[in-house]
T-cell receptor
Framework: DAKTTQPPSMDCAEGRAANLPCNHSTISGNEYVYWYRQIHSQGPQYIIHGLKNNETNEMASLIITEDRKSSTLILPHATLRDTAVYYC??????????FGTGTQLKVEL | DGGITQSPKYLFRKEGQNVTLSCEQN?????MYWYRQDPGQGLRLIYY???????QKGDIAEGYSVSREKKESFPLTVTSAQKNPTAFYLC?????????????FGEGSRLTVL
């Protein structure tokens, strides 16, 4: 599975959009981009995933660049409850997901 | 409600003792996974199983053992051979065929070796 690079931390004001970047320059054609988040001392929670098209669900939007070498997770109106570690994961299947250290998002008033 | 249940939530053990962490799911998922998380770190894969009576080593399997005798159960034993077992352990499961690959996680078991 391809390796990912994420900033270790980000801050966001409550009510503003949180844009979390992820670089995955070695991604191959059949690999998906998955995003999970982990609130302190809990199990990670699935957010969204995509292959090459942009995706949106009730939690977030996922923007994947045309060359698929990077992506951005967008939380459109961040709240204090969105404070968590966000993991970007690339996987080609087999469901053997490898988690890096992610981005610690802190949403502040 | 369907989900994954891990027990115990907190566990203390003395050095040299084996300990077994329970993971049960009632989601009818095919695959189950065990991850380890150390403070400030990401998750590292210990073992995974895609079918009953079969399992594969992950990235850090040394000092751990698993079994998959039933589809809904995937217990993890932390043996005395694991040199640094104090950690947060997470179990996960997913449906393989016809699914989007989403992993469902339990709430974790925190093991402390005294």
């Amino acid at each position: 599975d391809a390796k990912t690079t994420q900033p270790p931390s980000m801050d966001c004001a409550e009510g503003r959009a949180a844009n979390l970047p992820c670089n995955h320059s070695t991604i191959s054609g059949n690999e998906y981009v998955y995003w999970y988040r982990q609130i302190h001392s809990q199990g990670p929670q699935y957010i969204i995933h995509g292959l090459k098209n942009n995706e949106t669900n009730e939690m977030a939007s996922l923007i994947i660049t045309e060359d698929r070498k990077s992506s951005t997770l967008i939380l459109p109106h961040a709240t204090l409850r969105d404070t968590a570690v966000y993991y970007c994961i690339i996987t080609g299947g087999g469901n053997k997901l490898t988690f890096g250290t992610g981005t610690q998002l802190k949403v502040e008033l | 409600d369907g989900g994954i249940t891990q027990s115990p939530k907190y566990l203390f053990r003395k050095e040299g003792q084996n300990v077994t962490l329970s993971c049960e799911q009632n989601l009818n998922h095919d695959a189950m996974y065990w991850y380890r998380q150390d403070p400030g770190q990401g998750l590292r894969l210990i073992y995974y199983s895609q079918i009953v009576n079969d399992f594969q080593k992950g990235d850090i399997a040394e000092g751990y053992s698993v079994s998959r005798e039933k589809k809904e159960s995937f217990p993890l034993t932390v043996t005395s051979a694991q040199k640094n077992p104090t950690a947060f352990y997470l179990c996960a499961s997913t449906k393989l065929a016809g699914a989007n690959g989403e992993l469902f996680f339990g709430e974790g078991s925190r093991l402390t070796v005294l």
